[in-house]
């Protein structure tokens, strides 16, 4: 099978290769799929280029990757069957994120085939491409872990979204809506329209306007980027309100390459953000069921649908990766196979 290949950490276009390798053998509790799209998200920039440095011993590989070739989220066909698995026959189109445990490793998604566990499988909606369900996993997990798990959202609460407009705040704001939320977005001019276009109720200019300033009070923050002090955030947030942080490293702008420019930022804004904050009742629903199975019947109803900016063959994913890095896509960037 045709599949990217990465030997060592660096950047891109010197160190992922597209070449012929093996299929990957079959276990008894996984699924051989047929991968026809997988996606682009920042955890694979970060195990690409191999740092910060505290992510190789958390599973990546010290000296190079453990599993050559990147990628955690596709979308395909099932094409064999291991012998313990239940749920799934060859045919079937389905979609996961196929890495077990955290997201800063490579997974084996960018090639024509992976096996994967059926625990990581879900049936694929029939009203999306495979492009489309490609794009769900990671970003929608995050996503919705932000909005239900930790926010805990309520229909009628009042919820920013700051960085509304790539990968996970797309998702986060259909998710928000869905819940019976009142959305403000906050990106870049160029993302405002996308953003009112899947159902922001009010969308923010970062570059003109300033949402700390502007008096509103919110019972939900949701902070993808981490870029703003709590001092700051505190102003605009409800006195039973919630502040979750998502929290981004730029892909190393700060030049920390061993833990990571935002880290101490992000555990700062942990640390205080919960002060004061009192939690509410998770949902019922939201609590007990499993988030993707979920995030399938909000496609399948018309609640979600995934935004994509580009899409790459698998021949360009060290284009794709770069990109990415340049940080001015509109949700998702896929690749497809």
Not at 63 to 75: C, E, F, N, W, Y
Not at 309 to 332: C, H, M
Request: a neutral charge; zero cysteines; glycine letters at 10%.
């Amino acid at each position: 099978m045709k599949a990217i290949v990465q030997r060592r950490y660096g950047r891109p276009e010197n160190v992922l290769e597209l070449r012929d390798i093996a299929k990957p053998d079959l276990g008894d509790d996984q699924v051989l799929v047929r991968v026809h799209a997988a996606s682009m998200h920042p955890d694979v920039w970060h195990v690409v280029n191999g740092w910060p440095y505290a992510l190789r011993l958390m599973g990546s590989g010290l000296l190079k990757p453990r599993q050559s070739v990147p990628g955690t989220d596709i979308a395909g066909r099932v094409e064999a069957v291991g012998k313990k698995t239940t749920r799934f026959q060859p045919g079937d189109e389905v979609f996961g994120e196929i890495v077990k445990g955290h997201q800063w490793k490579n997974a084996g998604a960018y090639a024509e085939y992976a096996a994967v566990r059926e625990s990581a499988l879900a049936l694929k909606p029939e009203n999306i491409t495979f492009e489309q369900a490609a794009a769900v996993p990671t970003s929608g997990l995050i996503a919705f872990q932000g909005i239900h798990r930790d926010g805990q959202v309520q229909p009628g609460q009042n919820v920013l979204i700051n960085g509304a407009g790539g990968a996970v705040g797309t998702f986060a704001v259909q998710i928000a809506k869905a819940a019976g939320a009142h959305v403000t977005a906050v990106d870049g001019t160029d993302k405002l329209d996308m953003l009112q276009s899947i159902g922001a109720d009010l969308v923010i200019d970062y570059t003109k306007d300033d949402f700390t300033q502007d008096g509103e009070r919110y019972d939900l923050i949701l902070d993808i980027p981490g870029n703003r002090s709590f001092d700051d955030l505190k102003r605009v947030l409800g006195d039973d309100g919630r502040y979750v942080i998502i929290g981004h490293d730029n892909y190393g702008a700060s030049g920390n390459r061993l833990f990571g420019g935002t880290i101490g930022r992000v555990l700062k804004l942990q640390l205080f953000a919960p002060f004061g904050r009192r939690p509410r009742d998770r949902d019922a629903t939201t609590a007990t069921e499993e988030p993707l199975a979920v995030l399938t019947q909000l496609i399948e109803a018309g609640q979600i649908m995934p935004v994509i900016d580009k899409t790459f063959p698998l021949s360009e994913v060290a284009q794709a990766i770069r990109y990415l890095e340049a940080g001015n896509a509109k949700g998702k960037i896929v690749i497809a196979i």
